[in-house]
Nanobody, 119 residues
Framework: QVQLVESGGGLVQAGGSLRLSCAASGSIFRIYVMGWYRQAPGKQRELVATITRSGSPNYADSYKGRFTISGENAKNTVYLQMNSLKPEDTAVYYC?????????????WGQGTQVAVSS
C-alpha cells in the first residue's frame, strides 16, 4: 500500500503565496508521475499540474506562470509553489502519484489539503 501525505495548505490573502508538499511512502518501487489536482466547492476535480520522474512538468493553462511544480525523486515528494493567489484559487488540493508498487502500476491520491484565499 502507498500513502500520500499533503501539507502546506491554509488561509492566505489575495496576492500571497503558499507552497504545498506531498510525500509518498509505503510499498513503492517507482513513481512515474506526481501531480496536483484541485476541487473547488460545487465543481469537479481538475488538473493543476503534473511532473514526471524525469522532471518534465505539465500545467493546465489556467496556472501557467503563477504555479510551479517541482519534485524530489529521492524523497518521493512533489511540491507546488503557488504565487499571486486569487480568491478563485480557493479549493481542496489533492496530490496524485502514479506508482509501481511491486505488483502493479496505479494511481494513488492524498487526502487533500485546504487552500483558502481571502479577498
Amino acid at each position: 500500500q502507498v500513502q500520500l501525505v499533503e501539507s502546506g495548505g491554509g488561509l492566505v490573502q489575495a496576492g500571497g503565496s503558499l507552497r504545498l508538499s506531498c510525500a509518498a511512502s509505503g510499498s513503492i518501487f517507482r513513481i512515474y508521475v506526481m501531480g496536483w489536482y484541485r476541487q473547488a466547492p460545487g465543481k469537479q476535480r481538475e488538473l493543476v499540474a503534473t511532473i514526471t520522474r524525469s522532471g518534465s512538468p505539465n500545467y493546465a493553462d489556467s496556472y501557467k506562470g503563477r504555479f510551479t511544480i517541482s519534485g524530489e525523486n529521492a524523497k518521493n515528494t512533489v511540491y507546488l509553489q503557488m504565487n499571486s493567489l486569487k480568491p478563485e484559487d480557493t479549493a481542496v488540493y489533492y496530490c496524485l502519484a502514479n506508482v509501481h508498487d511491486w505488483r502493479t502500476t496505479r494511481d494513488y491520491w492524498g487526502q487533500g489539503t485546504q487552500v483558502a484565499v481571502s479577498s
